[in-house]
Nanobody
């Protein structure tokens, strides 16, 4: 049974930092591309960052470029989202997702992801 469990969310002041973690189990982590998404109330889920199975290729959304970074530790079956210089508009539920891939590329289409975590809330106070 595949499980993705996010952690690290919480309340932070604008300008602060958080690091989200997503621990994966029940899958061969190194053959999955990973993504971090977020969904704010009343808005569609959006891709924030994506990472290839090796970690060599990344995608960062324009809205967070220069502030967020995505990384992974394959031996630990974990993907991270480092969030710096947080803004009130970053407030959302953050989800990690996994997609089994045959090549070492990023997956940027929401519908392609097979597995999702339960989400972790990030609240940014102004």
């Amino acid at each position: 049974q595949v499980q993705l469990v996010e952690s690290g969310g919480g309340l932070v002041q604008a300008g602060g930092s958080l690091r989200l973690s997503c621990a994966a189990s029940g899958l061969t982590f190194s053959i999955y591309a990973m993504g971090w998404f977020r969904q704010a109330p009343g808005k569609e889920r959006e891709l924030v960052a994506a990472l290839s199975r090796s970690g060599r290729s990344t995608y960062i959304a324009d809205s967070v470029k220069g502030r967020f970074t995505i990384s992974r530790d394959n031996p630990k079956n974990t993907v991270y989202l480092q969030m710096n210089s947080l803004k009130p508009e970053d407030m959302a539920v953050y989800y990690c997702a996994a997609e089994r891939v045959r090549t070492d590329g990023v997956v940027v289409t929401t519908q392609e992801y097979d597995y999702w975590g339960q989400g972790t809330q990030v609240t940014v106070s102004s």
